[in-house]
């Protein structure tokens, strides 16, 4: 029963542990080269450049998730402490 329970927590570990490599890969590409050409365009968007525009979303969508995802991390061990 306990060496089940450490095994479970083990592989939630490493899942956490993915994900936030995941989160910081996927914003490391996000702001790197193809993207960037991509977004770099003379066009407006409600008076604002294209590619200002594409990095303080990106910037804001990422802290968003990382909330998230830190939120529920810590809701999931308040969970485990209460069992």
Known sequence: MI???LREHIKRQLRLKD????L??????MMNYPFLSI???PVL????PLLYL????GWV???TIAYLFARSIAHRSDDEDRH
Do not use: A, E, P
């Not at 994900?19 to 995941?22: N, Q």
């Not at 968007?45 to 604002?48: E, M, N, R, T």
């Open 3 to 5: 060496r089940r329970q």
């Open 19 to 22: 994900t936030w490599v995941i």
């Open 24 to 29: 910081f890969v996927l914003g490391f590409i």
């Open 39 to 41: 977004f770099n365009k």
């Open 45 to 48: 968007v409600l008076d604002i």
């Open 54 to 57: 594409y990095l303080t979303l």
């Open 61 to 63: 969508i990422s802290i």
